[in-house]
C-alpha cells in the first residue's frame, strides 16, 4: 500500500506543506510581543542565532543606525525581536525584555534591549 501512496504524496507535496506549516508557527509575525534591540552590526548573526535557540524571532530585516545613542555609540544596528505566538512563555512585556537580555547577556553581546543594556559599565 505504500508503493501505492508514495508517488502520489510526493505528486501533492504534502511532506513540504507539513514542513512548511510548522515553520511557519514559527515565523509568523507577532507583532504584540515585539521588542527593539540595538546590537553592534558584527553582533547581528550571532545574536539571531542565539535568540533563534532560546525560542525568539528575531526579524530577518534590519536596519543601520546613522546616528546610535551617545552612551553606547559601538550599538548601530537595530533588530525586531519578536516572541511566537504559538509558543507563548513570557508573563509580561518586562519579563519578556529581562529574557532576551538575558539570553544576549549570556551569549556575550552588547545590546541594548528595550531601553536595558545587556552590559555594565563602559566597554
Do not use: C
Amino acid at each position: 500500500m505504500g508503493v501505492v501512496l508514495f508517488p502520489r504524496f510526493t505528486q501533492l507535496r504534502l511532506h513540504r506543506k507539513i514542513v512548511a506549516n510548522r515553520l511557519w508557527t514559527f515565523e509568523k509575525p507577532n507583532t504584540p510581543t515585539e521588542v527593539p534591540a540595538l546590537l553592534r552590526s558584527e553582533d547581528v548573526e550571532a545574536a539571531r542565532v542565539v535568540l533563534r535557540r532560546a525560542q525568539f524571532n528575531p526579524q530577518a530585516f534590519g536596519l543601520s543606525l546613522a546616528v546610535p545613542p551617545d552612551d553606547a555609540s559601538d550599538l548601530d544596528y537595530k533588530i525586531a525581536v519578536q516572541e511566537p505566538e504559538a509558543w507563548p512563555q513570557a508573563d509580561s512585556p518586562e519579563d519578556r525584555t529581562e529574557r532576551i537580555v538575558g539570553v544576549l547577556r549570556a551569549a556575550g553581546l552588547r545590546a541594548r534591549v528595550d531601553g536595558v543594556d545587556t552590559f555594565r559599565g563602559p566597554e
